[in-house]
């Protein structure tokens, strides 16, 4: 089968979505599909196979992010030509959207994964704001009616689109992931990288340094954590609230205990989540919260706000703990794992257990299904 999948993100930006495409492109490939991706184009990308990147322009408003410009001639004689039997659209927007109207026009079924809630990212539109919060829904569940199948993450987004009269047939399928990459990382690596002495627990969250991740109460739980345990707080990824954040934690007085490591490549990410002691997530937004998966695979339990998709991620005091959007309940939780060894082996080990549901060759032969449930 080809796939021809459509997204207005790609490597080498970082994102839950970009893993996710990869992910699936790697499973899909390895079962003897083609899959071909259009794309924006970045600073210093070369030529893959089966990656067609589009000129774009970098986004005002949110550094590294680069915005296609879906002008290039002969783009629908390009796809027209490789007769695809399934195109899979990964946003509402610009290059989803022109991947939808191509499959309309060449009358091949397209797939669209609702991968977040668009609605809560407005803050990144230019003059407008959040003003602009309920038009971007809008136009989402547009595109989402004019699909022919969806795919959601979690049963908290179907649900989500089914209240804003969204009709079209939906498959939940979790985003997979590579199970034992995150399983053999190496312990030493992080402790090495950034100096953090032996003994000292370190929590661990990754994901863009955006307001729509609620990272303001994560700081302020870490302020309480700190306070009743000597630990370490390591924050991967980049975005624009990474100064505030910074200033936020100096305010504070936890700026010495808090690390910002900034974007960390795909393939060193399994050696921090090796290294780290407990998982932390506070984001307000997530669909389904893929770093979470990622961590408990190798063996991290997870603290985490109850929040849409997560609440799918995390099984309460199972494999990690579902709190409340509040700083002192957060650390409350942070704390007791962290002062009970015990209770932190037995929730590692059900981590483990628990991401095996989460692999990418699972979530491959969802898709599959998918696809031929339209064709």
Known sequence: MHISMWSDSYYPYVSGVTRSIATSREALKALGHRVSLFCPSYPGTRPEEDIYRLPSFKAPTNPGYYVAIPLRPGLFSTLRAQSPEVIHI?????????????????????????????????????????????????????????????????SAIRDYLRENGVKSEVFVIPNGIDVPEFQNGDRGFLRRAFGIPEGVPVVLTCGRLGKEKNLDTLLRSFSIVSQKVDSVLLLVGDGPERESLK????????????????????????????????????????????????????????????????????????????CRNEPEEIAERVIFLLENPSLLRKMKENAKKAALRFSKEETARKLLECYKSVQ
């Not at 991968?115 to 230019?126: E, I, R, W």
């Open 90 to 154: 990964h946003s509402p927007f610009n290059l989803g959207k022109l991947g939808l109207r191509f499959g309309k026009r060449l009358d091949v079924p397209v797939v669209f994964t609702y991968h977040t809630m668009y609605g809560m990212y407005s803050h990144y539109v230019p003059i407008l704001g959040r003003s602009a919060s309920r038009l971007v829904e809008l136009a989402t569940f547009k595109t989402a009616n004019q699909a022919d199948v969806l795919i959601t993450p979690s």
């Open 247 to 322: 200033a936020l934690s100096v305010t504070l007085g936890i700026s010495e205990r808090v690390i910002f490591a900034g974007t960390v490549s795909p393939g060193r990410m399994p050696d921090i989540y090796a290294g780290a002691d407990l998982f932390l997530f506070t984001s307000l937004t997530d669909t389904q919260g893929l770093v979470i998966v990622e961590a408990k695979a190798a063996g991290l339990p997870a603290v985490a706000v109850a929040a849409l998709g997560v609440k799918d991620m995390v099984e309460d005091q199972v494999d990690g703990f579902l």
